[in-house]
């Protein structure tokens, strides 16, 4: 398995890392940058865009170790095996080959040796005053030592069989943060790829590092989903017209997100967002359920350990799988109060379309000419049905007490 970082991902995040860090007036890592990259601009034209690719790479795996915080992520995930930390007598030996352009082999079995997995800088391999030991760090499984860090979340072995299952990981910049995200590609044929969008922005401050690895670990899991057989992902059709397509896309990945979160939030691993902060957004889409049994449903989907794409999906799409997998009707909450339950995005009683803006009990606010009004044309249609407000506008001019 390799890990790739897009030129244009690398280029930025250097950029801004080495900007932050002299604005705080850190300059030693900027002036190396500058001693190796300014050079460049002698050289021909035609030869610029692979040297400057080069010193970028070199800065971005290396120097800055900005590569580091996509590892920690991977592992916390456990998509690859946590890296080991042993003591290793320094050898005086050549120096190992440079990676190939295409990325760095990081787990065992695949492409590349081990010594790919830890890029060496060359000025401390010719040192003289060399330490007879240092401490290195290992992605495959050994006999060696683990550090015993509190800490660090230990995985189950079956865990780590994802990374058998990743051909490559490809971690390009983002253009926006609607852009952002993971996805896997060539799932059905051949070993799976994880391709990872993000703001190069996000590599800029180190003290916000926790907050990339928030996000970074968030997408991962994703990802992971996606691999996962017991989650079963497909992509799968969506009924109805655009507006109620967008809708049932946002609530499943809000629920989706819910699941990701509440598992991190049990490895006490922290992710882009609180559990109450993202009850504010549950709460947000699903206002018009009662307070009690909004709160329980939220409360059984974020303790619920195991759920599939499937299982997801409905929920989004049907009110009544959300309410009936989480809330037993009784005497306080009927099946038929769900009846009157009027979601952003459900269908108007009268004019049929996705209805974002309710009239949830017209008669409370309407002449009583505007309700007898309706019932003509509707006679099975009661108040507490409700309305949208461009259907009950048209009513009231119709009773001419608009």
Request: proline share 5%; aromatic share 8%; with cysteine.
């Amino acid at each position: 398995m390799k890990i790739n970082y897009s030129p244009q991902l690398m280029e930025e995040a250097v950029f801004r890392h080495l900007n932050h860090l002299e604005r705080s007036g850190m300059r030693a890592d900027y002036d190396e940058y500058h001693s190796l990259a300014d050079p460049i601009y002698e050289i021909p034209e035609d030869d610029r865009e692979e040297a400057f690719a080069k010193v970028n790479e070199l800065f971005f795996r290396e120097k800055l170790q900005l590569g580091d915080h996509v590892l920690q992520a991977l592992e916390a995930c456990g998509l690859i095996p946590k890296r080991q930390k042993s003591v290793k007598k320094a050898l005086a030996a050549a120096p190992a080959e440079a990676p190939d352009d295409s990325g760095v082999a990081v787990a065992e079995g695949d492409e590349g040796s081990h010594e790919d997995t830890e890029e060496t800088d060359p000025a401390s391999e010719s040192s003289e005053d060399a330490p007879e030991a240092e401490l290195i760090e290992t992605l495959d499984d050994t006999s060696a030592p683990v550090d015993e860090d509190l800490s660090e979340i230990q995985y189950e072995e079956e865990e780590r069989s994802f990374e058998e299952k990743i051909k490559e990981i490809t971690i390009k910049r983002a253009i926006n943060k609607v852009d952002e995200g993971s996805n896997v590609l060539n799932r059905v044929s051949g070993l799976p790829v994880i391709e990872m969008r993000v703001l190069a922005s996000r590599f800029a401050n180190p003290e916000e590092m926790e907050e990339l690895g928030s996000f970074l670990i968030h997408e991962f899991m994703h990802a992971r989903d996606m691999m996962d057989p017991a989650f079963d992902y497909e992509d799968a059709f969506i009924p109805g017209n655009p507006s109620m397509k967008n809708l049932i896309t946002a609530r499943f990945r809000l629920l989706w997100n819910i699941f990701v979160d509440s598992r991190l939030a049990r490895k006490k691993i922290q992710s882009v967002m609180t559990k109450e902060a993202r009850y504010r957004e549950f709460d947000n889409y699903y206002r018009k359920i009662p307070e009690q049994q909004r709160r329980g449903i939220f409360e059984g989907l974020w303790d619920t350990e195991k759920l599939t794409h499937e299982e997801l999906l409905s929920m989004a799409t049907d009110l009544e799988t959300l309410i009936s997998t989480y809330i037993d009707y009784s005497e306080e909450f009927t099946e038929e109060d769900r009846e009157y339950i009027h979601l952003q995005g459900s269908p108007c009683p009268l004019c049929k379309f996705p209805t974002y803006n309710w009239v949830d009990d017209p008669e409370s606010v309407c002449d009583e000419m505007v309700i007898e009004a309706i019932q003509i044309d509707f006679p099975d249609w009661e108040s507490k049905d409700g309305a949208c407000d461009r259907c009950i506008e048209v009513y009231e001019l119709r009773a001419g007490t608009s």
